[in-house]
């Protein structure tokens, strides 16, 4: 079968390619109690040196990227808990972009609400800005909320989100196509663009209807890097046509491991090389000198947790009430992944951990206090950097999506104890050696075909 | 009456009050030939650098702001004559915020265009990262094919504009203080925000529905500066009821203080103070240390412009094709401006140079090539600055929108030359006393009351 040739392949190729390694840069850390912490970033949030700050960590540590998450509302159930949102992350990066040189710089797009013109040109004057260091996460959002800040009533359903998704990718890569460099003459006595080389896309769609060309020129990149994070059957095969990266969830390696083949797989039978889409599963990484270090720091962040608080995400995770849980009884049966309406990435990955450890409520919400469900190791910089290379190796990542509790602590401990044991194992990068996130993540540089929607 | 009593404290108090000076940043200076002159920027119009470099000499020179303008369309019919946009303003002025301390930073936001949440969060994110230094110049657009980047067929007709713009600046408004700082209590052991405190504006509009609360908190400046450039009656309306900048068009002293004149008292008839209102007409400076030099080097910018250029600018101008008028011929009459349809501002002003000066079809051009029918001086530093002082001091203006011819060259002898001379009369900042745009421009600090909009 083609595509079990083309899973078997990444996985014995695995070994010998380098590992990604990108900062989910999100607040105070991925920890829910992070905020609460003594010495927490949390007076710093609308400063942007302290954006800066984490960029330049990032860069230090020779990582790929610097990720950026964005919703479309304040999240008002969730306030009270935590720091979700704060500067507008389009803006943020731009000033980060200034801050450093080399390290890439992803936002999140969501296709649900965002004007393909006005989105295609902020990420084409952010790749321009950072010189070919732009990437976007194109979502499409999750929350009537969200849809009530944008002149709608309700989020329109799934499988529309993700038709406008695919809409909007396809005029995104028109418009950045449609000012070539090249059309720029700037001859003193003559033109200054050469209108016969401009592509006006012309889309006439279901979502949006765009002439173009687009006012900004060809991005240095060709395109910003696309990455997706979608977890369903329509967020997967958006995945497969068109993203370069993607930030998946595994809580671990067997389920790692089948999500990156799926998508490998779906890629080849588009066409596409599967080397060229770095899967990414979020890491939350516990680093210390001892093991039992690490998890007494964890335990600690953990003890800042108000039970109330964590019943609560539960509650949205699963989609129901679960303040009435028992805390020390297993957790009751949850219906089946088919069943479920909301974003069922996450839910899948809380199904996963009721299968594999069989927690009480309150073990599964220490599960879940950090990055809600995605890989966690705790340890010594060299059993996280053994981890790493375990699931790479296996074929269960391409890299990593780190998450670290708490930040900056959280990735300079990463950045200065992790990556030089990678490093000396000859896992990842002593220099950057080029300049753009395309180079970073080894990808072409487009105009490549972009292969056709499938009938499905 | 009371329009004339304000009229006429304005100008006998303007001469106590400070000049404002704000450059106009654009493409390679604002004379058509500007990126055909040698040695011109056009190489580096897509590089941040030069942007920032603008902006640094701006901050220098000690102006209150460097404003960047904005379009929809890349103006298909204008392409092969010269650089209109290059980066996206937003993405630009964050850059320019980080190479710079005090300056302000004004933007460009289409009402016709923009879904407000998203202009209400990257202008909230522009002042928190530069610190209380941004403006936003709310326009409504001009052309179709701006339309048709935006999933519309054609441009809504004036008076929908003007009345989807009203809206847009209300909801603009109460997003900004949706979110209060002192909401955020970031108690280690309690919340993190009191939703108590939140102030979700729930519109329900004919534009648009927007709840809120916004995900970015208030902005340092309360909000960011609100700048107007629209000379229609509506366009009139909305700066007297929102603005805090006026960017205008005067050919003439005259004109200019009329339009002032009748902006502030529209102003004091909603009860606003009409002198937190500053009115500032573009000025087109040629600077050098002889009147003949500078009239050398601007008849030398005017012989790079191609002729039948200047004329397809000027059949946009006055809404007909002119490429077939008489060059050494009178202009021939015009239709009244209650006849114009398209942008009234610049119409009325060609209306007024043919009434004052007029010129041949061929003198007109000349006087249209930089800035479109801005008030242009030419002359040493003193005369520059003369000039200045007698429509600041005769109540004609608040200050200035500088429209050098070309950039960066026009604003660094501007810079080096002029503000020496008017810091030396005692006429302009030698430091800038506080830190924001507002402190700047002598602004209260919002909420204040938004005066309800008037019947008609
Ligand atoms: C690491 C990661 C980051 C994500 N970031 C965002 C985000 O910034 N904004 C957002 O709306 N959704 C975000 N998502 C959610 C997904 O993009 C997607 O909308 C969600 O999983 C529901 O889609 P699905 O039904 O295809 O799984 C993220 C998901 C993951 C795993
Ligand atoms: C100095 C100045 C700057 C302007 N900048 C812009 C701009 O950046 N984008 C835009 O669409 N219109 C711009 N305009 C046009 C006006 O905002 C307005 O849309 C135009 O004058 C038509 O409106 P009116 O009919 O009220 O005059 C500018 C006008 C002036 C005088």
């Known amino acids: 079968m083609a595509t079990h040739g083309h899973a078997h392949a990444s996985v014995t190729g695995a070994a010998r390619r380098p590992v990604r390694l990108n900062l989910f840069a999100h607040a105070c850390g991925h920890h829910s109690a992070a905020w609460r912490a003594p010495g927490s970033s949390v007076e710093r949030l ?59 710089l992803v936002t999140t797009v969501s296709s649900t609400f965002w004007d393909p013109f006005h989105a295609a040109r902020l990420l084409a004057s952010l790749d321009h800005i950072s010189r070919g260091r732009a990437g976007v996460n194109v979502v499409t ?4 909320e969200e849809a009530r800040n944008h002149s709608m009533t309700a989020l329109p359903g ?19 196509e449609s000012w070539p460099m090249e059309s720029i003459l700037a001859e003193p006595d003559g033109a200054y663009v050469d209108p016969a080389l401009l592509r006006p896309p012309l889309h006439r769609g279901e979502a949006f209807a765009v002439d173009g060309p687009l006012n900004v020129p060809t991005p240095p990149q060709g395109r910003p890097v696309l990455f997706q994070a979608g977890a369903s059957e329509p967020g997967r095969a958006l995945a497969a046509r068109h993203a370069e990266g993607i930030y998946a969830v595994a809580w671990d390696l067997a389920s790692a491991r089948t999500y990156r083949g799926d998508i490998r797989s779906r890629a080849a039978a588009l066409g596409r090389d599967p080397d060229a889409l770095a899967v990414m599963p979020g890491l939350v990484p516990y680093v210390a000198s001892t093991e039992e270090e690490a998890r007494r720091r964890k335990a600690e962040l953990d003890a800042r947790l108000p039970v109330q608080d964590s ?92 998450m670290p509790p708490t930040l900056p602590g959280g990735i300079e401990e990463f950045v200065d104890q992790v990556v030089p044991v990678l490093q000396r194992r000859g896992r990842f990068r002593c220099e950057y050696e080029g300049t753009t996130l395309r180079d970073h993540l080894g990808l072409p540089r487009p105009p490549q075909e972009i292969p056709a929607p499938t009938g499905s």
Chains 1, 2 share one sequence.
């Open 46 to 104: 609308a400063d942007i040196t302290y954006w800066e700050e984490l960029a330049r960590i990032a860069e230090r540590g020779r990582l790929d990227a610097v990720f950026l998450a964005d919703g479309q509302s304040i999240g008002t159930a969730g306030v009270e808990r935590g720091p979700a949102w704060m500067l507008e992350p389009l803006t943020a990066l731009t000033a980060m972009a200034r801050a450093t040189e080399r390290v890439g």
């Open 311 to 402: 019943l609560r995400q539960l509650s949205f995770f699963v989609g129901q009430d679960t303040s009435d849980w028992e805390l020390d009884a297993p957790v009751p049966p949850l219906p089946p992944l088919e069943e479920f309406t909301g974003p069922k990435g996450r839910y899948a990955t809380v199904l996963r951990i009721l299968e594999t450890a069989r927690p009480t409520v309150r073990e599964l919400l220490g599960l879940l206090a950090a990055g809600g469900g995605h890989a966690t190791v705790i340890g010594t910089p060299e059993r996280v950097a053994d981890e790493i290379e375990r699931w790479v190796d296996a074929g269960a990542a391409d890299g990593f999506n780190l």
């Open 141 to 144: 959002s999750m929350t009537d």
């Open 158 to 176: 799934h499988a529309q989100r993700y038709a406008t998704a695919g809409e909007f990718l396809e005029v995104l890569q028109g418009l950045w």
